[in-house]
């Protein structure tokens, strides 16, 4: 019986220790499966150069579209903007840029809208131009 009884309490400390609080974070914001093929992190171009911004993104349902900025790392100072309106789960992102700044950290970011209420998913990634 003494056996059966801290069975019980162990039991019930472990379930006790898993189960949701009030206060829990629950990250319920949808997610895609969003990758970068160029640039690679940390790439460096030239000015002039033809920078390509290429990946693939994938969702559980249709996704709406996308933006692609690429600003300035330190100020935030976009350089180029461009909205693709497509409906697919399976987008290609394919674009180039001129790069007609130099001695610059940049970022490229995507932005997917994954529907028509407002939930989005990005990514980003950094290079720099000399």
Not at 31 to 47: C, H, M, R, V, W
Not at 51 to 80: E, M, N, P
């Amino acid at each position: 019986m003494k056996k059966l009884i801290t069975l019980f309490i162990l039991s019930a400390v472990f379930l006790s220790a898993c189960t949701k609080h009030n206060d829990d974070i629950e990250d319920l914001s949808p997610k895609a499966d969003l990758q970068f093929e160029s640039p690679t992190a940390g790439a460096f171009y030239n000015i002039g150069d033809s920078v390509l911004i290429k990946g693939t993104a994938s969702y559980t349902s249709t996704i709406h579209g996308y933006d692609l900025i690429i600003r300035k790392a330190s100020d935030t100072t976009t350089l180029f903007f461009v909205h693709v309106h497509d409906h697919n789960a399976n987008l290609q992102i394919n674009t180039k840029w001129k790069a007609d700044v130099s001695n610059t950290n940049l970022q490229a970011e995507v932005i997917l809208h994954l529907d028509h209420e407002g939930h989005t998913d990005s990514r980003k990634v950094g290079f720099s131009v000399r």
